[in-house]
């Protein structure tokens, strides 16, 4: 539950659409979930006003839909998963759909030893003994000749919110944005098309957060005249992400143009002195724009989260 939606349940309570009851129910959630391979925190929306963001690198797609599932379960509305591929995130959402389709939680398929595969076997030997579509399947662990219950229990079964993935910037959504509620508008402008895939991570997260989001793209400073048309949306940011590879000068050029906080992103961009980003890291540190702080390099997620912080603030 993410602060938003506490302040929402509250009130509820407080108009009398809710009673006490229901809501103690719905904030008694356990801490966190143990998985084994991971420790879900489910009091970090409470605690931070944000719900956990799953890191998709180094994860497999069974342990990443586990923990989506795990945060489901619990009441979560939308979760953001970053650096993931187009085939991961696909693998990801059939796991996902399957699973709650026919009310199984990944994360205790998983803790029992049972691997998806095996679950999705005995989901298919299950419809060849009964001759049965998807939807007349028993949920797993139901006794016999208690269909009536698995009916009931079925149509309570949650159907999967939307699941989006987005090419460029390697994410994927469950659920919808929320409507923004921050202070203002964020400004997230970068240098050139090569630099998408940290901007457009940093504007979904901004978004995914409840923030409205501006874009400028491919306003590096090789062609100022670019950025400079953009002027009434600069001036009018809450804050200004600035995304660039190469030499990086894009953030201290916005830093001397706009009142509100810089967030700098550099990019892995460049050609080979600009060594993987470092000397966009270092330009951007080192710039004589006051109001300009720096994320590390190709940490679009970062700077769109900190931004939403500062808008919400």
Do not use: W
Request: hydrophobic fraction near 45%.
């Amino acid at each position: 539950m993410e602060k938003r939606d506490l302040q929402k349940l509250l009130e509820a309570v407080a108009a009398g659409e809710r009673t006490v009851e229901q809501a103690v129910a719905k904030l008694n959630v356990e801490p966190f979930s143990d998985l084994g391979f991971a420790k879900v925190d489910h009091h970090r929306g409470i605690r931070q006003g944000v719900s956990e963001v799953i890191y998709g690198e180094g994860k497999t797609p069974d342990q990443i839909a586990g923990i989506v599932a795990n945060m489901l379960d619990r009441g979560q509305e939308r979760i953001l998963i970053t650096r993931i591929g187009a085939q991961a995130a696909q693998e990801i959402e059939q796991l996902l759909s399957e699973g709650l389709a026919y009310g199984v939680e990944v994360d205790e398929a998983d803790a029992a030893g049972t691997s998806l595969e095996s679950v999705k076997g005995e989901k298919a030997a299950n419809e060849g003994a009964l001759g049965a579509t998807g939807a007349d399947v028993p949920m797993f662990g139901a006794e016999e000749g208690a269909e009536d219950d698995v009916e009931a229990e079925a149509a309570d079964v949650p159907e999967l919110p939307v699941f989006t993935y987005y090419d460029v910037p390697r994410v994927a959504t469950v659920g919808e944005a929320p409507e923004p509620d921050g202070a203002g508008t964020i400004v997230v402008a970068c240098g050139g098309t090569s630099d998408l895939y940290a901007a457009e991570e940093a504007a979904l997260t901004a978004e995914m957060l409840g923030n409205q989001v501006i874009r400028l793209y491919d306003v590096g400073v090789a062609g100022l005249h670019r950025l400079l048309a953009h002027q009434e949306e600069l001036a009018s940011a809450r804050v200004v992400v600035a995304v660039a590879g190469m030499e990086g000068a894009l953030a201290s050029v916005i830093g001397g143009l706009v009142s509100c906080p810089v967030i700098a992103v550099p990019t892995s961009v460049g050609y080979g002195a600009s060594l993987g980003g470092l000397s966009a890291l270092l330009a951007m540190l080192n710039s004589c724009a006051s109001g300009v702080s720096v994320v590390n390099i190709d940490n679009g997620f970062g700077a769109g989260y900190q931004a939403s912080l500062i808008n919400h603030l």
